[in-house]
Structure formats: C-alpha cells, structure tokens
C-alpha cells in the first residue's frame, strides 16, 4: 500500500476494476480451496461465482451496507464501464465492473475493510 493516497487518485476506474477482478476472482479461489478438489471442480465453482451477473447480484446484496464514499467509488466505476458487453445487458456489465473498482480500491486503500466485505458474500456463496 503507498505511503499516501494520492497516487491513487490518478488511477481510472478501469485501472481499479483491473486490479478488483484479479483480487476478487483470488478471494473465491481461496474459499473454495478446502476440501481439496479435482482441478476441474475447482474451476466449475470459481467460474460460477466470478460471471459478472452473479457480480452484479452480489453488488445488490452489498449495496445498503456501503458507505457513502464507497457509493461514489461504485458510481465512478458504473460511468467508467465503456466497454461492449456481447452476451450481457450493459447495465449486469456496469454493476459487476463496479464491484470490481470497488474491491480494487478498497484493496489499495482499506483491506480490513476489504475483508469485511467479502466475508459478508462467504455466507451466500454457493459450495
């Protein structure tokens, strides 16, 4: 994490979506880790849960739980998803890069914060 948040501040919403989705599709590898698992079952599950419509739902599951600057993070990310979804609505596309600026921010920023978060989603996800 930098020293100050300045040189956060220059990063794009698409820079912090970037890093969200590597973080995010990480913390669903780590929880379906154990029990150990073929490879292939492994996959299956992480593939599910990192599809951008289930993003999206997930999003709507956090949404009364944000607070406002993290609302503006999720507004900033929605208007800097410019991108042309081909088997998705826009709007599934624009709520699931959201969601990843957010937890990319939240990871360079505030990953206790971060952590909360994304244990609020371990209730719902599906084993």
Do not use: C, W
């Given at each position: ?103 990319g921010y939240l ?21």
């Amino acid at each position: 994490m930098p020293e100050s948040f300045e040189p956060l501040a220059q990063l794009s919403p698409a820079s912090l979506a970037y890093i969200g989705d590597a973080v995010y599709e990480l913390y669903i590898r780590r929880y379906y880790l154990l029990p150990p698992k073929r490879i292939k079952d492994y996959h299956e599950r992480v593939v599910a849960q990192v599809r951008a419509e289930t993003q999206a739902h997930f999003l709507t599951l956090l949404e009364p739980d944000l607070t406002p600057t993290e609302q503006e993070v999720l507004r900033k990310g929605r208007n800097g998803a410019t991108g042309k979804p081909r088997r998705l609505s826009a709007h599934i596309y624009q709520r699931a890069t959201s969601l990843e600026t957010l937890i990319g921010y939240l990871y360079l920023t505030d990953p206790p914060r971060l952590e909360f978060l994304l244990s609020k989603l371990s209730l719902l996800l599906v084993l």
